[in-house]
C-alpha cells in the first residue's frame, strides 16, 4: 500500500505546484492586460462630468499615479499576504470580499444546472443512441441543435415573457426562493445539455461497434450489462473531460444569465468592474476564476484513473 | 461520480422512469405557483382596490418596490452625485434645503436661510427633528456633514461644489453660520445636495453601509448588494408617518427584464421606460407613464482647440448643417424634446429665447467655404455609443454624420467603450464628441459653470466674457443678477457655436397605478416618500 500511497501524494503535490504557477501567471497576465487597456479608472471613478484636478485627487488615492514595476511590485506583496486589495468603484470595500458575497448567488446557479444539464444529457443521449434513427432520436437531434444556436440573451428573455410575464407562473427576476431559481437555471443549462447529449449519443453509438461490445455479446452478456460495463465506461473519458471544461464556461456564461434575470452574482459584478477598469476586482475575480478551473482540471484529471484503469498517474 | 455507479446495472426501464420523473418534478415545479413572492404581493392591484379604505388610516401599510437600472454601489449620499443613490438615500436621509420635484429650493431641515453678506450665510434649523436612533440633528451635525464632504481622506465628489468655504460655525444648536472666501450664490442649490449624516459615522467610506441612520421618513433595513435594498417607516419623523410600510429599491439592468417585471405586477415604479413599449404597458390600464422634463441636456460639442473647429465659421457652419427636427421627430421622439440652450429649462438660469440656428445647408457651405474649405474637410466623431435606450447618440449621431457629409464634411465615427472614452473626453482627445450632463444641484452653475469655463477644459473653447459671466453666476449671491449673467454667457455660447445642443431630455417612469401620490423629478431621482397605496 506504501507506494501507491505515496506517488499518489507525490502525483498531487506536483499537480499543486503546477496549478499554483498557473494561477500565478494569469494573475500576472490580467495585471499587465489591465494596464495595457486604454482608459483609466480614475477618469470612470471622477465620472464624466469631473474637472482635471478631481481626476488627478481620484488618481493619487488609487496609486495608479505610479510606475507601473512598482505597481506590480505592491501586487506581489499582496498576493504573499492574501490581501487583493481594495475596490476602487465600491467605496474600498475588499475586493475578496465583494466576490466571495456574491459567489453563493452563482454557485446557486451553476451548480444545478452542471447537474441538472449532465443528468438529462445522459438520460436522453442513451435513450437517441438506443432509438438511433426513429423520431425520438430525430426530436432529441433538433431540441440539441436549437440548445447550442439559441444564445442565451435570447432564451432568458423568452422564458421571462412567456413564462413569467404572460402566464404569471414564476416571478420574472431576482434571488428568493426555488421559484426565481427555474428560469435561470433552465437558461444556463440549456447549451451545456445539448452539447453533452450528443456527445453521449455519438459516444455510445461508436463504442457500441467496438470489437469488445461483440466479443460480450458473443459470449451472451445481456445488453443492460453490455450497456453499463463495457460501453458507458469506455465512453465516459471524452465525456468528462468536457464537462470539467464546461463548468468554466457554466461560471462565464453566468455573466449573461445573472444581467437578464437581475441576479446578484459574481459574473454581473466581474463585467461591470471591467467597464469600470476596476483592477484589483477584475484581478481578484480572474483568480477565483483560474483557481477553480485548475481545480476542475486536478478532478478531471483524477477522475481519469477512476473510469479507465488503463490509466496511471505519472 | 463514484465508480460504483458504473458497476450497477442499470435496466433501460430505470433510466427511462428516471427521465419522466426528472422531466415531471421541472413540469409541476413549472406550474407551481411562485415558493416564494418575489416582492411586492403577486396580484397587488387587485388586493390594494378591494380592501375597504378606511376613513382613519391605521399607520403606514403596504410596500411599494421602486427599479433602478443602475447599480448601487454606495449609499452614503455625501459622497458623489449618482442618481440611484440620490434616489434610494433621499427616503432615509433629508436635506437642509429641499429640492422640489420640479427644481425649487424650498425648507427642509433648515426652517430658513439668509445670505447676511456676500461671505456669510446663516441657517436656522429645524427643532426636534432626531435621526432614527434617536440622536438629535442640530447645527454640530450640520457642521461635521460639511466638513466631512471637504475631508481629503473621505474623497467626496461634492468636495468642488465647496471650493469657496472658509468656515462653519454654530452659535447655538439651531444655528449654523457658514463663510466663504469668495461669494457663493450657488449656496441653496448645494444645500439641497447637502445631506446630514448620523455623527458616528466615521470618515472612511468602506465602513458606511454599517451605519445607515438618518433623519428622513425610512429607516434601513437591509442591502443585499446587486439585489435589494430594503426600508421600513419611521414613526418619529418630524413631517409625519408616510403613508407606505415598506419601500424596496431593486436593480434590474436589463430593460426587457424591467419592463416584465412591471407588467407581472411585480414591481411598482421604473425608470426609463422607451417609447416603443409605452402603448404596450399601457394598454391593461394598470400602468401610468409620466413623462417628466428633466435637468438633463445632450450636445454634440466641436473641439475648439483643434483644427478647424477653432474657426467660428466652421463651428457656425455645423450648427446650421443639421437638422435639428430631422432629429427630434425620428430619433429622440419621447426620449426628449429639441434644445434651445446648454442647459434644460427646468434648471434655473436656462435662456428662453435664444433663437435656434435654422436648417441652412448652403448657408452652412458659403461658411465653410469664407473659412477656408470650399470642399469641407474631414473629421471624427466620438460617443456615439448608446443605440435605442435613453441617449440614443448612437442613432442620432448617425443623422449627423450624413447631414454633415452633405456639406462635405466627412465624419468618421469611433467607438469606445466606456474607461476609454471617459480619458479622452476629459483629455480633449477628440475632434468632434456626443455627450450630456445632468445638472444635479437645478442650478446653472451646475450645467455650466462646470463645463464652460476656461479652467474646467471641458470643450476646448472657452472665452474671458463668458468665463466673467460665469463667475459672477457662481459667486453673485444676489439670484437676479446670476439670472442675468447666466442669459449674457448662454448668448455668447450661441453666437460662438462651440457645442451643437440636441435635445433637453425626459424621464419617462411607469408607476402602476395602485401607487398614488407619486411624482417624477426633474433631477432624475425616484422618490416614494409620499405615495400611499
Known amino acids: 500500500m506504501g507506494v501507491p500511497q505515496l506517488t499518489m501524494i507525490r502525483y498531487l503535490a506536483r499537480k499543486f505546484l503546477h496549478a499554483v504557477l498557473v494561477v500565478f501567471g494569469v494573475m500576472t497576465l490580467v495585471f499587465i492586460i489591465l494596464r495595457l487597456l486604454p482608459g483609466d479608472p480614475a477618469y470612470v471613478l471622477a465620472g464624466p462630468i469631473a474637472t482635471q484636478e478631481e481626476v488627478d485627487v481620484v488618481r493619487k488615492a488609487l496609486g495608479i499615479d505610479r510606475p507601473i514595476y512598482i505597481q506590480y511590485a505592491y501586487f506581489l506583496r499582496q498576493i504573499a499576504t492574501f490581501d487583493f486589495g481594495r475596490s476602487i468603484y465600491n467605496n474600498n470595500v475588499p475586493a475578496l470580499d465583494l466576490i466571495l458575497e456574491r459567489m453563493p448567488a452563482t454557485l446557486e446557479l451553476v451548480v444545478p444546472a452542471l447537474i441538472l444539464s449532465v443528468i438529462l444529457a445522459f438520460l436522453i443521449g442513451i435513450l437517441s443512441a438506443l432509438r438511433v434513427g426513429t423520431w425520438v432520436d430525430g426530436l432529441m437531434a433538433g431540441l440539441a441543435l436549437a440548445g447550442q444556436a439559441a444564445p442565451s440573451f435570447w432564451i432568458g428573455p423568452m422564458m421571462i415573457i412567456v413564462f413569467a410575464r404572460n402566464l404569471g407562473w414564476l416571478p420574472t427576476f431576482g434571488r428568493g426562493g426555488l421559484a426565481n431559481l427555474i428560469l435561470p437555471i433552465v437558461t444556463l443549462s440549456l447549451p451545456l445539455f445539448a452539447v453533452t447529449m450528443r456527445m453521449v449519443r455519438s459516444g455510445l453509438l461508436e463504442t457500441m461497434d467496438k470489437d469488445y461490445v461483440r466479443t460480450a455479446r458473443a459470449k451472451g452478456v445481456t445488453e443492460k450489462l453490455i450497456l453499463v460495463r463495457h460501453v458507458l465506461r469506455n465512453m465516459l473519458i471524452p465525456v468528462v473531460t468536457y464537462t470539467g471544461l464546461q463548468l468554466g464556461h457554466l461560471l462565464s456564461g453566468s455573466v449573461i444569465v445573472e444581467t437578464v434575470f437581475a441576479w446578484p452574482g459574481v459574473g454581473r459584478l466581474m463585467v461591470e468592474s471591467i467597464t469600470n477598469r476596476d483592477y484589483t476586482v477584475v484581478q481578484v475575480s480572474v483568480v477565483v476564476f483560474a483557481s477553480l478551473f485548475v481545480f476542475i482540471n486536478m478532478i478531471v484529471d483524477m477522475l481519469y484513473v477512476v473510469i479507465d484503469p488503463r490509466v496511471e498517474l505519472a | ?533
Open chain 2, 1 to 533: 461520480m463514484s465508480q460504483k455507479m458504473f458497476n450497477q446495472p442499470i435496466s433501460r426501464r430505470d433510466l427511462l422512469k428516471a427521465a419522466a420523473g426528472t422531466a415531471g418534478a421541472l413540469w409541476a415545479a413549472a406550474c407551481a405557483p411562485p415558493a416564494v413572492a418575489p416582492t411586492a404581493p403577486a396580484k397587488p392591484a387587485a388586493t390594494a382596490v378591494s380592501t375597504p379604505v378606511p376613513a382613519v388610516p391605521a399607520g403606514p401599510q403596504g410596500t411599494v418596490t421602486l427599479v433602478h437600472p443602475q447599480v448601487i454601489q454606495t449609499l452614503d449620499p455625501n459622497i458623489g452625485v449618482v442618481e440611484v443613490v440620490r434616489s434610494v438615500t433621499g427616503h432615509m436621509y433629508d436635506q437642509i434645503l429641499e429640492l422640489t420635484a420640479d427644481g425649487k429650493v424650498k425648507p427642509m431641515l433648515a426652517e430658513s436661510w439668509k445670505a447676511i453678506d456676500p461671505l456669510t450665510w446663516e441657517f436656522k434649523l429645524r427643532k426636534g427633528v432626531k435621526f432614527h436612533d434617536g440622536t438629535p440633528f442640530n447645527a454640530e451635525v450640520m457642521k461635521f456633514t460639511i466638513e466631512r464632504i471637504l475631508d481629503t481622506k473621505y474623497n467626496s465628489l461634492q468636495r468642488t461644489y465647496w471650493v469657496a468655504l472658509d468656515s462653519v460655525t454654530t452659535p447655538d444648536e439651531n444655528t449654523c453660520v457658514i463663510k466663504t472666501k469668495t461669494p457663493m450664490g450657488t449656496m441653496p442649490y448645494t444645500m439641497a445636495l447637502t445631506t446630514p449624516v448620523h455623527p458616528s459615522v466615521g470618515k472612511d467610506p468602506a465602513g458606511f453601509p454599517a451605519k445607515l441612520i438618518g433623519t428622513g421618513p425610512f429607516k434601513f433595513v437591509e442591502w443585499i448588494k446587486d439585489d435589494k435594498i430594503v426600508m421600513e417607516a419611521y414613526d418619529g419623523y418630524w413631517a409625519g408617518t408616510p403613508k407606505v410600510k415598506q419601500i424596496i429599491f431593486r436593480t434590474i439592468p436589463e430593460l426587457s427584464t424591467r419592463m416584465s417585471a412591471l407588467e407581472a405586477g411585480e414591481v411598482d415604479i421604473v425608470l426609463e421606460v422607451v417609447p416603443e413599449d409605452v402603448k404596450r404597458i399601457t394598454a391593461k390600464g394598470t400602468i401610468d407613464v409620466q413623462t417628466v422634463e428633466t435637468f438633463r441636456t445632450s450636445w454634440l460639442w466641436m473641439n475648439g482647440q483643434r483644427k478647424p473647429f477653432s474657426d467660428v465659421k466652421v463651428r457656425q457652419a455645423i450648427q446650421y448643417a443639421i437638422d435639428l427636427d430631422d432629429i427630434a421627430k425620428n430619433i429622440i421622439a419621447g426620449v426628449g424634446f429639441k434644445a434651445r440652450a446648454p442647459v434644460a429649462p427646468k434648471v434655473f438660469g436656462f435662456h428662453p429665447s435664444l433663437p435656434p440656428y435654422t436648417y441652412d445647408p448652403t448657408k452652412a457651405k458659403d461658411l465653410l467655404k469664407e473659412a477656408g474649405f470650399p470642399n469641407g474637410f474631414e473629421t471624427t466623431i466620438v460617443g456615439l455609443a448608446e443605440r435605442g435606450g435613453y441617449t440614443r447618440f448612437g442613432d442620432a449621431g448617425e443623422v449627423v454624420i450624413d447631414q454633415l457629409s452633405r456639406v462635405g464634411i466627412k465624419a468618421k465615427p469611433i467607438q469606445e467603450d466606456p474607461a476609454t472614452a471617459n480619458k479622452n473626453l476629459l483629455e480633449l482627445n477628440w475632434d468632434m464628441t456626443f455627450a450630456g450632463s445632468t445638472a444635479v444641484t437645478g442650478d446653472a452653475d451646475n450645467g455650466m459653470g462646470r463645463l464652460y469655463l476656461c479652467s474646467a477644459k471641458r470643450t476646448g473653447w472657452c472665452s474671458d466674457e463668458v468665463d466673467k459671466q460665469l463667475m459672477i453666476g457662481r459667486e453673485s449671491t444676489d439670484q437676479d443678477a446670476r439670472l442675468k449673467a447666466y442669459m449674457a454667457a448662454q448668448e455668447i455660447l450661441w453666437r460662438e457655436g462651440p457645442s451643437y445642443w440636441i435635445y433637453h431630455h425626459y424621464d419617462t417612469v411607469a408607476v402602476n397605478k395602485r401607487v398614488k401620490g407619486f411624482v417624477g423629478r426633474s433631477d432624475r431621482q425616484l422618490r416614494a416618500r409620499d405615495t400611499s397605496l
